[in-house]
């Protein structure tokens, strides 16, 4: 297949880029700061040259956005609202000029869409969207409405010739440097992965490799459009998911953290504590309809393929470091 992959360059987008290639398909990552061979330039808002990558292509993957690790000021949420809503206009506007359109576009959304829980899952039939909920701050909705506008901007798309999905997704749980696994581990190591105010808060979550193979399975599935959740089948407690992991690591212990902790951490670390203290309690409805099968539905064993997996890239690392040293 060729596959285009607008906005590939960030944590998901290289697992994306590294599995499919891999599988042997032709992938074109469009990027603002093109590098790579298969890089070409755009600049997220604008048609231009880089639309006729997607003219031929079998499948689109819009990953576009500006980063939501960073603090929640009305300047950054205004950039994540744009960065989203107009990659996914112009990639619209792209598939419905071309001459050869993608049979699938594949749009990157977010399970944050749906309200913050602790009763009951989310999925796609009963869910409740956010935006509403009494004694969150009032920014959270904000959040919300990004995903809603994210989602609306591929649906009004005019492109009847191409199937449209919505990926609502959980977070991507990968070695990656920089990835959220990636912070969380090292928070661990610090002696710092206990529970976050009180812990109760649901963490919703998808390993790597499912995560490709969900992709996969929807690009393949004819009859999947509209939104899908993308996370495991059991989401758990911070308290929990933060007590699994600690394990995978050898960890005995970890601080817990008052709320206004998490506020001072996130500070220190440009972040915002909506991303630790929001209850995303969210489930795969339609992929578990569908027939997908999870290869990593439980984290206490998908923790520790993924700290095996990250032991493995540090040692390999050092054994570098070793070698040019001799």
Known sequence: ????????????GGILDR?????????????????????????GATLGNWAEAIDGCDV????????????????????????????????????????RPPRVWLQMSTATVYAHRFDAAHDEATGLLGGSEAGVPDYWAYSVRIAENWERAQAEAPTPATRKVALRSAMVMSPDRGGVFDVLSRLVRLGLGGPVAGGGQYVSWIHDEDFVRAVEFLIARDDIEGPVNLSSPEPLPHRDFMRALRTAWGVPVGLPATRWMAELGAFALRSDTELLLKSRRVVPGRLSAAGFAFAHPEWASAARSLVGRADRRGRTRLDARQLSGR
Do not use: F
């Open 60 to 99: 689109v993957i819009n990953l576009a956005g500006r980063s939501v690790s960073c603090r929640y000021t009305e300047e950054n949420l205004r950039a994540m609202m744009d960065s989203r809503v107009d990659s996914a206009r112009v990639v619209g506007r792209a598939i419905a000029a071309a001459a």
């Open 1 to 12: 297949m060729k596959v285009v992959l607008p906005g590939g360059t960030g944590q998901v």
């Open 19 to 43: 599995a499919l290639t891999v599988a042997g398909h032709e992938v074109t990552v469009v990027t603002r700061h093109p590098l790579r061979a298969h890089d070409v330039g755009w600049d």
